[in-house]
């Protein structure tokens, strides 16, 4: 669900000096001093490197990555395709179609502008631009953290979301799109995005629910929407709905399906074209579906626009709220 940065997305970034002045130990939450080319937690010692630039705060016996991975510049998550997979993408039709992230981050925007003159916003899984996010992202008033496990073209932080390295209260909104169902524990994501998060606070996220696994192994959950209520429960519903509807969710289970018939690159590559041939369309019927009720009972994604409760609902009163979408 990313497009490629832009430029303008780069320049919205706050200074190195800004940052470590924000950041804090994700194991003590501690504040960080410079020291030799690193970052060293003021209270527990913990050494943090900074590679390219870019710190690396990990909570090493917290987190499946270890530091070795990014000094050592390892292919943490996205793993690369196989060249004709690449190639055989480029020029076909995409099963994807998200008709609703730009409406939402205009809405998110807005919504972060009432409470704060200059937001921060940290952005999860931030090393490459999300689907529908250039406009929010060019926004210059708006500070912007670009995090993930990840190295890429806008990644100034590397921080593991289950151990955020910043202090309680201490940022305006939160993007996390595509994001959560690659997190080991969700509850814990949404505990320490609530944590960081003013008490007004904002959260955007967007995530599958009807579709095949993809950057494994790093692919743990997929939620209905009760479920994806469940995890936001200490959040106020903004906006909830299908990211994608059931026809996106069919087209890649079909090209999914198709391509299971084959083990061999060369063939799986042809049934990936006749797939998408055949199956791209059937994102265009999400513009019908979407309007209907049961399109989020068998959606490809789900997103959320939530703000910050101080209470969280009851299971109870979870399933009431969802009674709605029924
Ligand atoms: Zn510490």
């Not at 909570?59 to 996205?78: I, K, Y």
């Not at 429960?233 to 969710?249: D, K, T």
């Amino acid at each position: 669900m990313s497009t490629k940065p832009d430029s303008q997305a780069r320049s919205a970034q706050p200074d190195m000096a800004a940052c470590i002045e924000l950041y804090r130990c994700p194991k003590c939450r501690e504040r960080l001093l410079s020291q030799d080319g690193s970052l060293a937690c003021a209270r527990c010692a913990a050494l943090y490197p900074i590679v390219d630039g870019v710190p690396v705060l990990i909570a090493e016996s917290q987190s499946v990555f270890r530091l070795a991975d990014f000094t050592g510049r390892r292919d943490t998550f996205f793993a690369r395709e196989p060249l004709l997979r690449r190639l055989v993408y480029a020029v076909l039709p995409d099963m994807s179609k998200n008709r609703v992230a730009p409406a939402n981050y205009r809405l998110f925007s807005t919504l972060l502008f009432e409470n704060a003159e200059r937001p921060r916003v940290l952005i999860l899984g931030g090393s490459i631009l999300g689907t529908g996010m250039q406009e929010f992202r060019a926004q210059s008033q708006i500070e912007f953290i670009d995090s993930d496990v990840a190295f890429g073209p806008l990644t100034k932080l590397v921080c593991d979301a289950h151990d955020l390295p910043f202090e309680d209260g201490s940022i305006d909104g939160v993007v996390a799109q595509a994001v959560l169902e690659h997190v080991s524990d969700p509850y814990r994501v949404c505990a320490e995005i609530h944590r960081v998060l003013k008490p007004k606070g904002l959260v955007y996220a967007e995530t599958p629910f009807l579709q095949p696994a993809h950057s494994t192994p790093y692919d743990f959950h997929r939620f209905t929407h009760i479920g994806y209520r469940r995890v936001f429960r200490s959040f106020g519903v903004i906006g909830m709905g299908p990211v994608g509807g059931p026809g996106q969710a069919l087209g890649h289970l079909w090209e999914h399906f198709l391509s299971c018939f084959f083990t061999a690159r060369p063939l799986r590559a042809l049934m990936l074209v006749f797939a998408r041939i055949t199956g791209f369309w059937l994102k265009y019927l999400d513009g019908f579906l979407n309007k209907r009720k049961a399109a989020m009972h068998g959606a490809f994604g789900l997103f959320i626009l939530a703000r910050r409760n101080e209470k969280p609902l009851t299971d109870r009163e979870v399933v009431d709220e969802c009674r709605a979408y029924d």
